[in-house]
Every structure is written in C-alpha cells, then in structure tokens.
C-alpha cells in the first residue's frame, strides 16, 4: 500500500519561501507515476500545483508556475515544492498525491494526510 | 483553462435518499472527469475515474456517468457515512477542480 506524507514548517513569513516534502513509501518513485502537489485553503476548494515525474520533467500550474519548484530525490524516495514570495493567500493545507496517467485514466489515487501552511508574521 | 462548475452547492438529504450532483466543464473534456469525496479534516478520496469507473473498494451505491461538458454523480442509497464535500475534476488539461458540493444527512 502506497502512503506518502508531507513534512515542512507550518509557518512562513510573507515574502518568503514556503517549502515542504513529500515521503513516499510502499512503493518507488521511479515507478510510472506523476507525483504532485494540490493545495486547499481553509475552508475551499482544491487547486492543482503542479506534478513531477521521476524522470525531472514537470508540469505546473499556469497561475503559480513563476513562483513554484518540483523536485525529485529518488535516493530518498521523496520530491519537493518551493513556493516563493508567499502572501496570506497562500495559506492552505498541502497535499501531496500520486497521479495515475494511462490513457484516460488519469487521477490522483493516492494522498498524503496534508500539512497546514501558514503565512504570518 | 477549464473551469469546472458543479451544483448544488450544498444539499441536504436522509438515509436511503437517492441524490444526483452535477458537475459541468466549460470545453469538452471527453470523460476525462473524476470523482473524489473528502470529509472534515482527511485528504480526498477518489470514488470514479474516468467518469463511470469506481476506484476498487468504493461501494457500488455510487455511480457516475455522462461525457463531454455534463457529468453527474450519483449516490442510490444514502448511507450517513456518505456525508462529506464531493468534487469533481477534469484531467483533459491542466487539472482543476469543481468548487465542491457538501452533503449533509
């Protein structure tokens, strides 16, 4: 079985630098998945980030792609966002997921429990 | 991009009911469109992708159909774990989500 979990500070200053990881276990991520990052502000709807394959190649989120960095480690089994230049509207739960992508069958099948990230000073 | 719509927003209804939630995209999608259902406090849950599909181990009391711009969601028989927020989103582009429709029983 599949888990992943994220890990990060729950607070950030504004202008800063939100980072957070996600660690996946019970299978590799050099398997054929995408691996993403979808956030929700409390009390909201859910907003897809962007996604990384093992390979590097990654896609993002028109609205955040100047602001956001995915990352793979595949010695650690785990991949990473940066977010830069947050502001209050960036206060949100995260989560990260496993997208399933074959043919139509595209969806995220697995998440994390989600971190709450905090912009404040 | 794609905007995703679904209604209702809320909706209230008892155990047994049979309830329907809507879910439209502003450009065909073909039936790239999922399902998920999220309760307070947990991450989401996929139940049906692509459109008609149930994700293993999701009871058969949900079902889902349509293709194009219309999709809807069905539960048969409510049962009062079924309370949560249901979301729909399209994986023809760019993911995005519906806003979420939050059902109570």
């Not at chain 2, 309830?19 to 790239?32: G, P």
């Not at chain 2, 692509?50 to 028989?77: E, K, M």
Request: charged share 15%; proline share 5%.
């Amino acid at each position: 079985q599949v888990q992943l979990q994220e890990s990060g500070p729950g607070l950030v200053k504004p202008s800063g630098t939100l980072s957070l990881t996600c660690a996946v276990s019970g299978g590799s991520i050099s398997s054929s998945y995408w691996w993403s990052w979808v956030r929700q502000p409390p009390g909201k709807g859910l907003e897809w980030i962007g996604e990384i394959y093992h390979s590097g190649s990654t896609n993002y989120n028109p609205s955040l792609k100047s602001r956001v960095t995915i990352s793979v480690d595949k010695s650690k089994n785990e991949f990473s966002l940066k977010l830069s230049s947050v502001t209050a509207a960036d206060t949100a739960v995260y989560y990260c997921a496993r997208k399933e992508y074959s043919g139509a069958r595209r969806a995220f099948d697995y998440w994390g429990q989600g971190a709450l990230v905090t912009v404040s000073s | 991009d794609i905007e995703m719509t679904q209604s209702p927003s809320s909706l209230s209804a008892s155990v047994g009911d049979r309830v329907t939630i809507i879910c439209r995209a502003s450009h065909d999608i073909s039936n790239y469109l999922n399902w998920y259902q999220q309760k307070p406090g947990k991450a989401p849950k996929l139940l049906i992708y692509p459109a008609s599909s149930l994700q293993g181990g999701v009871p058969s009391r949900f079902s889902g159909s349509g293709s194009g711009t219309d999709f809807t969601l069905t539960i048969s028989s409510l049962q009062f774990e079924d309370s949560a927020t249901y979301f729909c989103q399209q994986s023809y582009s760019t993911p995005s989500f519906g806003q979420g429709t939050k059902l109570e029983i």
